[in-house]
């Protein structure tokens, strides 16, 4: 039975509303339109009895990575999912395996479009922060949903049609703010839904819906904005078999080739992927490289250090290096668990003994911009970053938010010292911020760390 929406609710708590209804897992395939292709490709889609969906692109003729032939597979399969782990948002699954040691779900949270906010190119960069460029904005989104005449049959299943226009203006600014042109635009859209799929917003990142190879070209943040407007509106209605988006008397269609039922997918594969906004993969990233960087044998095994995090107590073997750009490294690493502590100051070789500041972590493109008073008093600082794997996925430690560092001694081949403050911790059990957690340090550290290959960002600008 067709129901229209006349109210515009959340895709998060609608999808998850629908998740309870655990409706069977299929796996639906979709051409893939790209004009100029080398070969045929096609649109994978599997459905989990959670609401998960799992999307991945591959050439016509072979089997998906998501078919159930490859359920045994070590492999991680999929470019996009989307699901409680998610929140419901579209997220690709990353393979980063050989940088930083684990693969992860990158939840796409950048910048939003704000309708009515001038910016001055497709990154979103607003014209406040550029003056005396030119500039666009895109305001009075508009969205009609209604029943058509056209139901069919398609793939075996039964398919509503719903007609619908998304009309948007689209506003020119030069130099000084002053408006040059303005433009409406309509995209007609056909749509044949199917109540016995799941809705996923899987799809709507692919053409015809998005992208810049095919009418009615809605890429980049335009096409997100325009999309997200959308979704709420067609996920009362089920799974998309087919699609009609006419512009400026251009059609471009997408059908659904087949529906097939599926068991539900080994979604224990991706229960064991942590995952990370992706304003936050480059502090995520980090930690997780040092990490991979330790080997074992590095450090000692008498106990030789010991840290608090959040209350919860470690005991530590450590072990300390400078390298030849003059970066300290401080690694203390639980005896009982798989958590280690990265305590580090760029380029300053060995401390005296004092009290220093700590700092976070500063991307090479924030660095760069600093003067040299500036960048001196920074790498003047400790900083700490770590990761802890007590939980079912690690938190990561991406920075002071405040802490002091105390050397008590440096004697020998041994540097001696307290660390008390906060530290930025990032969970990665589901997409989050990062929240401040205490942590306390004490060791008494040998050396022992040459063969490990830290090296600073600061080190590169800084001779």
């Not at 790209?34 to 609401?51: F, H, K, L, N």
């Not at 607003?126 to 989104?141: H, L, N, R, T, Y």
């Not at 600093?370 to 802890?388: I, R, S």
Request: charge should be negative.
């Amino acid at each position: 039975m067709k129901a229209i929406a006349g109210l515009i609710v959340t895709l998060a708590a609608s999808a998850a509303a629908q998740a309870q209804e655990a409706r069977a897992p299929v796996l639906v395939e979709y051409p893939l339109l790209c004009p100029g292709c080398e070969e045929a490709r096609a649109i994978s889609v599997r459905y989990a009895g959670d609401g998960t969906s799992i999307l991945e692109t591959h050439a016509r003729a072979d089997t998906p990575q998501i078919a159930p032939a490859n359920d045994s597979s070590k492999y991680l399969p999929g470019e996009w999912i989307a699901g409680p782990m998610t929140e419901f948002q579209p997220a690709r699954i990353q393979h980063w395996e050989d940088e930083v040691g684990t693969n992860f779900i990158e939840v796409q949270d950048g910048p939003a479009l704000q309708d009515g906010l001038r910016y001055v190119d497709r990154r979103l960069t607003p014209a406040s922060a550029a003056p005396g460029e030119e500039s666009w904005s895109i305001d009075d989104v508009g969205i009609t949903v209604a029943e058509g005449p056209d139901d069919r049959q398609i793939a075996g299943l039964q398919a509503d049609h719903l007609t619908a226009t998304l009309a948007y203006t689209r506003t020119e600014y030069d130099a000084e703010g002053t408006q040059t042109a303005s433009t409406r635009t309509t995209h007609a859209f056909d749509l044949w839904m199917a109540e016995a799929l799941p809705f996923s917003p899987l799809p709507l990142k692919y053409e015809p819906f998005a992208g810049n190879r095919v009418p009615p070209y809605n890429g980049g943040a335009v096409g997100a904005r325009l999309m997200a407007a959308l979704a709420p509106r067609l996920e009362p209605h089920g799974g998309i078999l087919r699609a009609e988006i006419t512009t400026e008397g251009d059609t471009a269609a997408m059908e659904a080739r087949r529906v097939q039922d599926t068991p539900e997918p080994p979604m224990e594969k991706f229960a064991a992927l942590p995952v990370v906004a992706a304003e936050q993969v480059g502090k995520f990233a980090g930690p997780l490289f040092i990490a991979s960087l330790l080997r074992g044998g590095m450090l000692g095994e008498a106990p030789s250090a010991r840290f608090t995090l959040d209350g919860r107590d470690y005991e530590a073997v450590s072990a300390w290096k400078t390298n030849d750009a003059g970066d300290l490294v401080i690694v203390l690493s639980s005896v009982e668990e798989n958590t280690s502590l990265f305590l580090s100051r760029p380029v300053n070789g060995l401390p005296d003994p004092g009290t220093y500041g700590g700092t976070a972590a500063a991307p090479f493109s924030t660095l760069r911009q600093m003067g040299e008073d500036a960048l001196a008093a920074h790498t003047g600082k400790f900083q700490l970053n770590g990761v802890v794997t007590h939980g079912r996925l690690p938190t990561v430690l991406t920075g002071f938010r405040d802490g002091t560092v105390t050397i008590s001694a440096v004697s020998g081949d041994t540097i001696s010292g307290s660390v008390t403050g906060t530290v930025s911790a990032l969970p990665t059990e589901t997409v989050s911020q990062p929240r401040a957690i205490p942590v306390e340090m004490t060791f008494e550290t040998p050396g022992g760390l040459e063969d490990f290959r830290f090296r600073s960002v600061e080190s590169r600008l800084v001779r």
